[in-house]
């Protein structure tokens, strides 16, 4: 592969139209294809679940040894079943792919010499991109025109600290080598730490360095535990069907039953007996969820993340914004005495105003709190600030004399120091009881809830070209700046909140204890326990998992050691969302459950997110935890149907072979009553959800799945064999009659039932969704008039008798009535251990 040639100038970039014909030619820059595939191909997919393939071709069988018509009825249903769960599938992924564009990271492009902000998938070879810290680099490029340009490219080498990239001297004209340590090349997936770049793009997509090996932030994240979960019910599911289906096998062929139609028989039970909408109810529903939350202004990028909010018991966050209201104001700058003093915010403003990292809102509240001169003075160089370190220091210059600015956490700066700067301007040396003395003020800064940053100096030689970390020594301490960041009046409340609904919420800052603590005080929030950094580092992975149960608070805690804390969380077992907006938030943010950031965030961290709120606030954050939990719920409905009263129809069926010398159903019966099925169960994902069963958070429980099953099942059956017993002795039915009257008698309990196991409460006192009502109504209705219509000799169906309905309406009284009981025992039962 060539790199088509380079663009002429760095400040003109490509034009649309060279821009689209690349796009033509190069494809969007996304590591995989797009995710929506045709719709014509997604339909297709649909057909290689084997059951179906399998039906198909016993139907074709069928067909060529005579049975032509009832081969036809058995393909339309088929075909019928497929479509109703691909249309409902497709309509999600459609609206689930819209949301995630809401938010979708973009980049700044020149293109006809203008910059434009262009979703990442549209950029191409020979573009000229723009890049400045926070930014996240979208494609593999040559570094053009660099300043203090520093990239964090960790996930391609490993190497934790920023790497500093310089311009390239020429640009090659065809696919240069590309070195991963080259320093005038950066590459998709890393990001910017600090300063600013031109970059001409020259890899895209997969042809990038990060799509060769294939693993980027962006891949497809492990299996959530609902993931886990459905997989596992799938798999009990599936070895129940295998054996149900064996065993109808060989009975029928035991009983001498044509091979063919006994063949057709147990496929058709193995139809019935798979919930094949499970992926389509959950789709819709988390969809459907999505659509819920984006209304409340929180947009889900990875619609499973839904899923994990209902199920989150830990929520870690940060301080800025989450508990205080982010609007930070520089409120003091004191010298070594704690006087006001001018020197030390000039410092601070010229520190502020040189960096060219990523501005925190501290230098923004620095630049904001006045004008200063900044004329004369040139900056030489930077160490830029990261959250290891926790300072930023500049190189300038002014009249030929060159000074290193330092500011940063109070507690690391002092150690750097040896000398301190008196209230007149003269350099004292830093004696101990001098130390002592500013560690006092500074102590008494924070118990005033002052947020504090240490400032200092030194003056370098004339030939001192650079400035790195080892020069940040010997400094001279010139006061600190002390901030103030109100709390947020609500955090209390929305805290209470989400403890109510039993989530433990977990303070993870950077920022000290005392600040922390004093925060935490105003806003009344009890703490139970703190582990700053430095006792963090000492402690192994054993040592902190049997700290981060109590401790709610983890004060200067570095981007590792966030990550840490909830790996040390997750392994005990806990769901855990992680809230955050910074570049040192962004690996917590990819190995939370759940992570969430906001819409102003740096786009590493929005990148690594599964949920962007457009605002900051935790009451939408429990709105949004609680949509979770709803449609959780309305899953669990359809999987506690399926478990035990659909399951138990196509056990009945399966037993019925043993003894009747018939077939109990014909296979397109069997399918046909599966179709109606999944029709009465569209609208589920409608469903509310009572409020009771919203209190808690919400796992995935085979156990719970597997009770109620052996609950509910056996009445179930009990009531099946009723029915079979009644239809033979009291109607005399012949086979006809019988598949007849079993037929509408299964559909009815099998769909009426959703209204008893839909809640937990009575079902008169909890009211479904109308949809689900009239669907229901409907289905039943249908199977009821299916044999009086003219469609009944090709299904195979006779008309009832009159005094089959009476019948039918006793069996559904006492059914419904006796799985409400078994439903209430059961419950009284699991209240003990209630459903997590
Ligand atoms: N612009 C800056 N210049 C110098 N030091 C800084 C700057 N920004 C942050 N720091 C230092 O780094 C520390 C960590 O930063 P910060 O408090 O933003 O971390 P955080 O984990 O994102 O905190 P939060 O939970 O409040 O979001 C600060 O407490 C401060 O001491
Ligand atoms: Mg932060």
Not at 524 to 540: H, Q
């Amino acid at each position: 592969m060539t790199l088509p040639p380079p663009v002429p100038s760095a400040t003109e970039g490509l034009s649309q139209s060279q821009a689209e014909q690349r796009l033509a030619q190069w494809g969007p820059n996304q590591l995989r294809p797009a995710v929506q595939r045709a719709a014509l191909l997604q339909f297709m997919a649909q057909f290689r679940n084997p059951l179906v393939l399998i039906l198909l071709a016993a139907a074709s069988v069928s067909a060529l040894t005579g049975d032509l018509s009832g081969a036809l009825v058995i393909s339309v249903i088929v075909v019928m079943s497929v479509a109703l769960d691909f249309v409902q599938a497709y309509r999600a992924g459609q609206a689930a792919a819209k949301l995630a564009l809401q938010v979708a990271v973009t980049a700044t492009v020149l293109r006809d010499g203008k910059p434009h902000d262009l979703p990442v998938a549209q950029l191409v070879p020979g573009d000229v991109v723009l890049l400045s810290a926070g930014d996240l680099i979208p494609a593999d490029a040559h570094v053009l025109e660099a300043k203090d340009f520093f990239v964090n490219q960790a996930q391609l080498t490993g190497e934790p600290y920023p790497v500093e990239k310089k311009a390239r001297a020429t640009v090659p004209a065809t696919e240069a080598s590309w070195e991963l340590d080259a320093v005038d090349s950066v590459f998709m997936g890393s990001s910017v730490v600090s300063g600013s770049a031109h970059v001409l793009l020259g890899r895209t997509g997969s042809s990038s360095a990060l799509g060769q090996i294939a693993v980027s932030l962006a891949d497809k994240a492990p299996p959530t535990a609902f993931e886990i979960g459905t997989r596992q019910f799938g798999v009990l599911i599936m070895r129940l069907t295998l054996l149900l289906v064996l065993f109808t096998l060989l009975v029928n062929v035991a009983l001498h039953r044509t091979l063919l139609e006994s063949f057709l028989f147990a496929v058709a039970l193995a139809v019935g007996l798979t919930p094949e909408l499970l992926p389509m109810v959950v789709s819709v529903t988390l969809t459907r969820g999505a659509l819920r939350m984006a209304a409340l202004k929180v947009i889900v990028k990875r619609p499973s993340a839904i899923q994990d909010m209902g199920a989150m018991d830990v929520l870690c966050t940060d301080k800025t914004g989450t508990l205080t209201e982010a609007h930070i104001r520089l409120e003091r700058h004191v010298d070594a005495d704690g006087r006001e003093n001018a020197e030390v915010l000039r410092l601070a403003y010229l520190n502020s105003y040189f960096e060219s990292g990523l501005k925190s809102p501290l230098d923004d509240a620095i630049l904001a709190h006045g004008e200063i001169d900044a004329t004369g003075w040139a900056k030489i160089d930077e160490v830029p600030f990261d959250f290891e370190r926790r300072r930023v220091s500049v190189l300038l210059e002014k009249d030929a004399q060159r000074q290193l600015l330092v500011k940063g956490a109070p507690e690391d700066i002092l150690k750097l120091c040896t000398h301190f700067q008196d209230p007149s301007g003269t350099t004292q040396t830093l004696d101990a009881a001098s130390l002592l003395r500013i560690n006092a003020l500074f102590d008494s800064l924070s118990e005033e809830g002052f947020r504090v940053l240490g400032i200092a100096w030194k003056p370098v030689p004339q030939d001192h070209p650079h400035a790195v970390i080892s020069d940040e020594s010997a400094l001279v301490f010139a006061g600190f700046a002390a901030f103030l960041d109100p709390p947020k009046a609500s955090a209390g409340q929305a805290l209470q909140t989400m403890a109510d609904s039993g989530v433990a919420v977990k303070i993870v800052t950077g920022d000290n204890e005392r600040v922390t603590r004093h925060v935490c005080t105003q806003l009344g929030i009890a703490i139970t326990g703190v582990l700053t950094g430095t006792e963090l580092a000492s402690m192994n992975d054993d040592a902190l998992r049997a700290r981060v149960e109590d401790v709610n608070l983890f004060c200067r805690v570095n981007p590792a050691q966030k990550n840490r804390i909830i790996l040390a969380l997750k392994a005990r077992g806990h769901v855990v969302g992680y809230m955050g907006d910074g570049i040192n938030d962004a690996p917590s943010l990819h190995t939370a459950d759940v992570g969430i950031s906001v819409d102003d965030a740096v786009d590493v961290a929005k990148q690594a997110a599964a949920m962007i709120l457009l605002e900051k606030d935790l009451m939408v954050l429990h709105a949004g935890m609680l949509e979770g939990r709803r449609t959780f719920g309305n899953v669990m409905k359809y999987i506690m149907m399926a478990t035990s009263s659909n399951f138990g129809n196509m056990f009945s069926m399966a037993a019925a072979t043993l003894f009747l010398p018939f077939l109990p159903m014909l296979p397109l019966q069997i399918l046909l009553n599966n179709l109606l099925y999944d029709v009465s169960e569209i609208a589920l994902p409608l469903d509310e959800v009572d409020a009771e069963d919203l209190t808690r958070p919400k796992r995935w429980d085979m156990g719970f799945i597997r009770d109620f099953m052996l609950t509910i099942g056996p009445i179930s059956s009990l009531f099946d064999f009723l029915t079979f017993y009644l239809l033979l002795r009291l109607f005399q039915a012949d086979e006809t009659l019988f598949r007849t009257g079993w037929f509408v008698e299964s559909i009815a309990t099998q769909v009426l039932v959703i209204f008893v196991i839909r809640t937990r409460r009575n079902p008169l006192r909890s009211h479904p969704n109308r949809w689900l009502t009239l669907t229901s109504l409907a289905v039943v209705l249908a199977a009821m008039a299916l044999p009086f219509t003219p469609l009944a000799g090709m299904l195979g169906f006779t008309p009832l008798p009159a005094a089959f309905f009476g019948l039918l309406i006793a069996l559904l009284v006492g059914y419904l009535s006796l799985v409400e009981g078994g439903k209430q025992w059961f419950y009284r039962r699991h209240i003990q251990t209630p459903r997590a």
